[in-house]
């Protein structure tokens, strides 16, 4: 009788799952060097072209071509290439640990050392990032936060600056611009806004970075985050980290497919850009331009950083189950680390044998840091902090129940 | 010298406490839905926007979420917001951002970061609102730790609590029973209304004062019988004693959790019979805590079971809205009730 | 020591103010028939330019123009004109109604009566729309609603279809496609998408259209719903009414500020439109446009109907304190009644003296409606459902702990 | 002739649940985060999509009001969704849907329509999962008219609870304690863990069978007090009642509400004494709630105030998850305190 076809259930795939190759062309790539740099006061409707191209500086060769390629200071760029080691080198070890059962969980940032890291060398301190448990990158970048202290967290040992109450990775460090993460997805979002406003208010000069995963662009924080920075052109930076996945999930279950991320920030009147995440130049470039035009009053910018998860979610997680073992290798943007240090060998700025020492004071350092942190204890070796202090900062103050509560526990 | 007072209304209390901390800490900001130019769907806000400027008291988008989740930043950077969710029946898409993070943050950081914010809601019935004008959610606030409920019952309190909520480093949820807004509803809505200005406890400090969190107040001293209430129960159960001629000892909690457990506890010790009275829906209401804690505190006092009114197990109704209401004619039946055993 | 100013906050705010006219320039007008209609099969991001026009048929002569102008039947048009007048002439009468207390509330379409009613014809009978408390004239330009039975919800009275359980306005009329009406602002808008996801599931041919107003976006369940919608390309569409105004919020408060609520859409992936809501034919040709795509499985389209709010937001809101007392006069859409009205004139399928005929048989139909429905009670004279159905269809059978609560109220 | 039983994990007959129903009724579908190709994070639903396609089980957004809502809207449409929230911790961004909406929906249009979705969530600590990953929320809901809440402690009452659940035309949430998933945990985490296969409960028929909700189980039967509780307490109290040698009468709710009130009703009369248990927070938690129902339905056969043990009223912590968890010794030690008395 009716003239339609019956109507079908569209549902997204990736094209690669185990033994069968991905296409990444899906990910519609711009030559690097060929996107424009448009001025810092530029108009957010007028960034729709940048939210579907790709921000990218280095080429294929190591060599930084194209406008966002700024002149940075090599000390800076081997500071980052340093950072980024040992990201890497922490998370490997602190995987280990994991399986030796030191620790209860942990979170590796694998394959995206370059976002965390040169955003993090791109702002100033005092500003302050809401990040998710894949931004380790932004702590290990700074010289004034120390290891053996998130190694003691992840241990839950004596020495947890979280008391024992957080998981592993769910860091919190004021002092170092670095929101407490917490194990609600996308509620930071919004909080960064929050306190980007604050900032405004009170008349400071710094600005928050809000940090988000592809997977929680789907929760309702994220739509809030995007309305109050627009509504109130908040000095905050929108940075989303499409890694391809959340947990087994492909990004177009999120939304991805047919257009990007930072294409939400355009259509909310804000300014956006997608950048390749994998490309530390690029990184730093972009987050200078949008910290810029946050400092400067000109409202908030969202940042797609498009990378790959090279591994599992968590160690929680086997995605050998979801997705081809060696889905990373194939992936076009490749890996920061070697991207960096071809570069820096290029112009002259680095050696392979720098290279190799770095890595091995690195993994001194880290494996030093470690070694004091266990002196510590470890979460199975009994060496926590106590049971008492389970019933402390519920409030500032503890009421009454709470001390009876404590009381009977006999602690 | 005791400080000078003005007959207020409780939105005029309201709003003068928003006004007396606006003006004494430059960290306090206040925004919420319709509350700038326009001063509220109350008016509790009226005029503070003109007074303190735009950056100070603002409106912000149809978003309970992001009103409670910008709220969460502002506190963690310093600042000391006060919002305002239209109906307390609104405050749901809000929920993550107030219970996993407002209530945990302070915990979950061990005091790294913290969330001093205050968030403003009308409840209950008794308006003609139907089921998403009129809820009392409570009870949902008090099973999480980590936050502070708070229910003025009026103006006097109403002010001194909601500079109290301000002060204070915790999360506080302030409840205001909007039936209470321009007078002492009694529950009998079928009488004239009463306006505040003929009731003392509408005499009101026009300057900062605080009423303490945490405390209790007995609104009623009497002997027969305890009744535990908050809200505009505070008045039904006047009410219903001076209808049933019991001597109620009537005890308005104000700060509902964490509350004074002593004054609660002290009274039923004394009266030995305890009725509990909330206009929220029944069933794991905060009723129900309430009489876990006094059976727990005072179960050899007791010489009847604990009796509960409240509003009863469905959405609250718009054309049936005084059948669904506990008024005086219920929760003088649970007096009488408690009395007889 | 800084290079930057302090940050300020910027809080938006409307041109006109009581005692101070609007300037409109802010809306970004079309002229009619400029705005290009493309085939019902473009690419979502390819319809980025239709999200900043505005879709216009009707030009200020009268005459319909351009692409999106359809041969439109007169008789569906007269159709239209009558239902838009039952519409105004409802609400006018409802109005006074309220203010004699007859009922407790009431919110009127005054001004966007065009947007429901050819929304409605240009649906199918079976489709489902999920409307907002401003979308009564998707009932009232049906046949087959009873307006005496409306009017009982109205006035709560014994015949309430909603047993008085309801606001007066929040309808539901499944057997005419209008899902029930929550007091929860934006909840209906991803149930909509769920109801496509359903029909798509099924195999059906009926499709879903969502309605939210444009202060609501702001709520989660727009951005689930434009995320769902887009991922499953469901058959829906997302109609969000820009009246201006939230109560006594202007809109760039819900973020319409530098851009438009239909570049969300496209930001999400979904084809997008901006059309004129006060323009009859383009509400009509737009809505068909939709459908197509629904129809087709070429997934969702999101449409903004830019429009004014002519009237308070409801019988307990003052206008006159937050905005100029003529403003509506200023609108430059004018009035959809009085459009349409003289197209037909100009088209001669209407004259001035039918209109005036109909104008009566309207007012007589509604005031012999209303005088039906009052004979089953009013809200204050007691004639109401009874108390004991209070306790029924909280769950499909009562149990024990209601039965009880049933007892004790003694019904 | 008795049914064909398999030995069975919970997490196994849960998704023989979902599959017998897949397959009965093309009106079931089954979706959530990561749900689809890969089976879930706890593989609840490992093998349903590539039998049952990928229109009827498929992976969703990471956003549980979307989930919800999609599902309220699927459910006026007619058909019966059946959703995963991750885990219980995450279900907050939902509460408008589930509150508003789902429980609500029906009574408002007056049977216009309905909602009938289930809502499964795991939920319960022991897996030092912190405090986004430990959480059991069942007294919130519970205070919501309209909805149902179900906690099945074994693999046979979780499917037959799970297939009454999807029959059921009304909105169900079904936590399931994932700490129970691979077997009867009872508390003691520094023993091995015993496997549900031998465990009887872990025998489960293989088709189609329903537990009746609002019918609660005596787990254990005794005659010198009564254990109220559901979930993981119930192995808790079973441990609790053998070390304390205490003839405990354990009653497993299974429903948490509406509930079985006779069955707990007649067992408190019987016994005199009542002990309430659960892992959740204690403030405003279910236990409330029963300890109010107790009292008022029981008040005169009470021996001894009724005990309640709890989670303690703070985030579950992580490294002092044991310190938190209501173990064996403090659920006997609440077991001696009713008896002492
Ligand atoms: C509200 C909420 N829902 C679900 C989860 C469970 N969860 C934790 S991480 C994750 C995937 C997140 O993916 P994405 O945002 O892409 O970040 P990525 O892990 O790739 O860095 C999920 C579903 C959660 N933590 N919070
Ligand atoms: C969740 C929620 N928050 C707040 C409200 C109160 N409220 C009712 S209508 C309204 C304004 C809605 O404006 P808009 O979406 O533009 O629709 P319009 O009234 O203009 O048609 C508000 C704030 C509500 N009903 N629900
Ligand atoms: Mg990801
Ligand atoms: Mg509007």
């Given at each position: 009788m009716t003239q339609y076809e019956p109507l079908r259930l569209y549902v997204p795939e990736p094209t690669g799952r185990p033994g069968r190759h991905t296409?990444?062309?899906?990910?519609?790539l711009s030559p690097a060097g060929e996107v424009r740099r448009p001025p810092v006061d530029t108009q957010p409707a007028d960034t729709n072209d940048l939210a579907y191209e790709l921000v990218r500086v280095l080429d294929d060769t190591g060599r930084a071509v194209g406008?966002?390629?700024?002149?940075?200071d090599p000390q800076l760029l081997r500071r980052g290439l340093r950072a980024m080691m040992k990201t890497r080198i922490f998370d490997a070890r602190m995987l280990i640990a994991q399986r030796q059962k030191k620790m209860s969980f942990y979170m590796q940032c694998l394959g995206e050392e370059a976002i965390a890291v040169a955003h993090a060398l791109a702002l100033d301190s005092g500003d302050m990032c809401f990040p998710t448990y894949r931004q380790q990158g932004l702590l290990l970048a700074r010289e004034d936060v120390d290891m053996v202290e998130m190694i003691c967290q992840l241990l839950s040992n004596e020495r947890d600056p979280m008391k024992g109450r957080q998981l592993p990775v769910m860091y919190s460090y004021k002092r170092a611009g670095f929101f407490s993460i917490s194990g609600n997805l996308a509620t930071q979002f919004i909080q960064a806004v929050g306190w980007a406003m604050a900032a405004a208010i009170k008349g400071d000069t710094r600005i928050a970075s809000a940090w988000i995963g592809d997977g929680a662009t789907a929760e309702a924080d994220f739509h809030t985050a995007l309305t109050f920075a627009h509504v109130y052109r908040a000095p905050v930076i929108l940075n989303v980290v499409n890694n391809q996945w959340a947990i087994s999930t492909f990004q177009a279950i999120a939304g991805g497919e047919g257009t990007t991320f930072a294409a939400r920030g355009v259509g909310c009147g804000i300014a956006s850009l997608r950048v390749d995440g994998n490309d530390f130049l690029a990184v730093h470039a972009a987050t200078r331009w949008a910290a810029e035009r946050a400092r400067r009053n000109l409202g908030p910018t969202l940042i797609e950083w498009v990378t790959y998860r090279a591994g599992p979610h968590s160690t929680s997680d086997d995605p050998s189950k979801y997705r081809p073992a060696d889905d990373w290798a194939h992936f076009p943007l490749g890996d920061p680390i070697a991207r960096l240090k071809t570069h820096l060998i290029a112009i002259g700025a680095w050696s392979e044998q720098e290279h190799e020492a770095a890595q091995k004071e690195l993994e001194a350092q880290v494996a030093a840091a470690q070694k004091q942190a266990e002196s510590y204890g470890?979460?199975?070796?009994?060496?926590?902090?106590?049971?008492?202090?389970?019933?402390?900062?519920?409030?500032?103050d503890m009421p009454e129940h709470l001390r009876r509560q404590r009381q009977q526990l006999g602690v | 010298m005791t400080p000078k007072t003005t007959p207020m209304t409780m939105i005029q209390a309201l709003r003068s406490a928003m006004d007396v901390m606006l003006a004494r800490d430059p960290n306090v900001v206040v925004y919420g839905q319709d509350v700038g130019f326009f001063g509220g769907v109350f008016r509790c806000t009226e005029g503070l926007q003109a007074k303190y400027g735009k950056s100070r008291v603002f409106d912000a988008p149809i978003s309970e979420g992001g009103i409670v989740g910008t709220a969460v930043g502002m506190g963690a950077y310093g600042l000391r917001p006060v919002v305002e969710i239209q109906f307390a029946d609104y405050f749901y898409p809000a929920s993550d951002q107030i219970v996993s993070e407002a209530a945990r943050l302070r915990y979950r950081s061990a005091g790294d970061f913290t969330a001093p914010i205050t968030i403003r809601m009308p409840c209950g019935g008794g308006i003609y609102g139907g089921q998403t004008h009129s809820q009392s959610p409570e009870a949902l606030f008090t099973h999480v730790c980590g936050l502070r409920t708070v229910m003025p019952s009026n103006p006097y309190d109403a002010k001194g609590l909601l500079i109290a909520a301000i002060e204070c480093d915790d999360p506080v949820i302030f409840l205001e029973p909007k039936r209470l807004y321009n007078g002492p509803f009694d529950g009998h809505h079928d009488k004239p209304v009463v306006p505040w200005s003929k009731h003392p406890l509408g005499e009101v400090p026009e300057g900062h004062y605080t009423v303490p969190l945490e405390s209790a107040s007995v609104f009623r001293p009497g002997s027969e019988l305890t009744v535990i209430t908050y809200g505009t129960m505070v008045f039904v159960s006047e009410a219903a004693a001076i209808e049933t001629g019991i001597d109620a000892e009537i005890i308005d909690l104000r700060s509902i959790w964490p509350l004074d457990l002593d004054t609660l506890v002290n009274s039923v010790k004394k009266t030995g019979r305890c009725v509990v009275v909330h206009e929220a829906t029944r069933t794991s209401g905060f009723g129900a805590e309430l009489t876990a804690l006094v059976q727990e505190h005072c179960f050899y006092h007791l010489e009847a079971p604990i009796e509960r009114v409240a509003g009863w197990d469905t959405p609250y109704p718009h054309a049936q809205e005084w059948a669904y209401f506990p008024g005086p004619a219920r929760v003088g039946a649970a007096f009488k009730r408690a009395m007889e055993k």
């Open positions: 296409d990444f062309s899906y990910l519609h406008p966002w390629a700024a002149a940075t470890t979460l199975t070796d009994g060496h926590m902090r106590s049971a008492a202090e389970m019933f402390e900062d519920v409030y500032k | -």
